[in-house]
Each structure stands twice: as structure tokens, then as C-alpha cells.
């Protein structure tokens, strides 16, 4: 099975390197960034991430905001938002912009792996449906927009 790519955006160093060195000993491939802007443009240049682990409370926009901005720019990427508190709102609204799941810090690794994993088979059945729906020939452009639409709204 391919590797699993995720990108981690924390600004709390300590917690960052302690999650990367548990994850990446598990055989993850992690990337790294403190911030918002930073993941954004991360994402904006390597197309191969398949998990995004989000603290809520990042800097620059807030996670929310980075969540919002990144499923506008890589729609198929998998989210989970890690916090340190459980707002009933945040975490509605974190559902609400396409999270995956919406974890505490510190997270119980187990508990993160599994998420995780769920969260990749998630979006590589979705980029199968796509290249399904791109390879069928008796679709019209617009009958492949819109099954490629609910793949992606759903």
C-alpha cells in the first residue's frame, strides 16, 4: 500500500516534533509547518498530501479560516482538526467545512492512527470515483462535472 503523506500544522514546537517522531516511527511520511499561510502554501505546491493535521488554534488565519482556504484549493485533502478544548461550536463548524474529525490534544496515538487511515481510505476511494467517472466516455462534460461535484460535496 502507498505511503501515507500528511502535513501537520501546529505552532506548538514541542508537541509538533513529539507527534511527527511518534507518526513518521510509524511509518507515516510527515511534513511540518506553524501556521495557516505556511500549510497554504505547502499545499499550494505538493499535490500528494493526503492528511492534513490542523491545530485549531494556529497562527496567522485561524484553523478554521485554513481549513475553509484549503478545500477551496485541494478539496480532496482529508482534515482533522486537533484542539486542546471541545467548543461545541468549533467543532460544528469544523464538520461543517468538510473536517474529517475533530481530535484533543494530546492526542492518544492509537486513537490518531486510525483516524488517520480512515481518513486516506477516504480520500483515495474518492480520487478512484474520479478517475472512474474521467474514463467513462458515454458522459458529456457536464454530467461529469456534476458526479464530480457530489463526490466532492459528499
Known sequence: MTRIRLLLVDDEQDLAEALTRGLEGLGYEVARVGNGEEALRYLDKDRSIDVLLLSVKTPGPGGLETLRRIKALQPLVETIILSADANVATVVEAMRLGAWDYL???????????????????????????????????????EKEALIASILAG
Open 104 to 142: 484533543l490534544k494530546p492526542c492518544d496515538l492509537a486513537r490518531l492512527t486510525a483516524t488517520i487511515a480512515a481518513a486516506a481510505r477516504r480520500k483515495r476511494e474518492r480520487e478512484r470515483k474520479i478517475l472512474e467517472i474521467h474514463m467513462r466516455p458515454y458522459l458529456t462534460g457536464g
